[in-house]
């Protein structure tokens, strides 16, 4: 199998505080993983590569510095919004590479900014 | 970078129709094209997928066709039934910095089955 969680899986946090996301690939080792970001009825947008060990690589337009990914073994990546805001609420979704190419997706965080 | 287009955004069918998702891609060296459906609220489930160096692959009443040299790819489904209903999106891997690793995803299709 290939078995991908999240967690949480529903948060409500307050403006102006961080909020952690964890994404673990339960039955094999990922090097890498992909963190997306979708809103109501639109695609899902890649926020960011992270790779097992190093930086991870993001997306033209995403801040850095706000959204801090980890990716400290390789079951297990983190992605944390600093300093939250109502616009940042959205549905956070990772996905784990296996062999090859395939993705396999977490059940996505739906974070709500109030 | 790779740029994904997918056509048309919403599609509606008869039960026992087929169903017809059109994608174009930007990037003449994506060599992975990867489908995903998407129920309301839950995560994207892989369909079906096709390497570069295959042009139709077939699974039950899911086939994806390629055409690398017009760079588009497309999905059909064949017999639809109400539980087809969904968002499908199509996707490509794109160039992540050191090797084509990421997925770029397409605007997605709301498909509706009607019974």
């Given amino acids: ?114 | 970078g790779e740029n994904v287009e997918q056509h048309p955004s919403t599609l509606s069918v008869q039960e026992g129709d087929s169903a017809v998702i059109k994608c174009t891609y930007s990037d003449s060296a994506s060599n992975y094209f990867p489908w995903y459906k998407q129920e309301l609220g839950k995560r994207p489930q892989l369909i079906i997928d096709i390497r570069s160096n295959v042009g139709e692959k077939k699974d039950q009443r899911i086939a994806v066709t390629l055409n690398k040299t017009a760079k588009h790819f497309s999905l059909h489904i064949t017999e639809t039934q109400p539980e087809d209903s969904a968002v499908y999106f199509c996707a490509a891997n794109g160039y992540g910095g050191t090797s084509y690793d990421k997925v770029i995803f397409g605007p997605g299709t709301s498909l509706s089955v009607i019974p």
């Avoid at chain 1, 930086?55 to 337009?61: C, D, R, V």
């Avoid at chain 1, 959204?67 to 956070?92: K, R």
Wanted: some cysteine; glycine content about 6%; charged content about 20%.
């Fill in chain 1, 1 to 114: 199998g290939a078995v991908v969680s999240q967690h949480p899986s529903w948060v409500i946090c307050k403006s102006g505080t961080s909020v952690k996301i964890e994404c673990r690939s339960l039955d094999f080792q990922a090097t890498t993983m992909f963190w997306y970001r979708q809103f109501p009825k639109q695609s899902l947008m890649l926020m960011a590569t992270s790779n097992e060990g190093s930086k991870a690589t993001y997306e033209q337009g995403v801040e850095k510095d706000k959204f801090l990914i980890n990716h400290a073994s390789l079951t297990l990546s983190t992605l944390t919004v600093t300093s939250a805001h109502p616009e940042d609420s959205s549905f956070y979704i990772c996905s784990a590479r296996k062999a090859g190419e395939t993705q396999y997706f977490g059940p996505g965080t739906r974070l709500l900014v109030l």
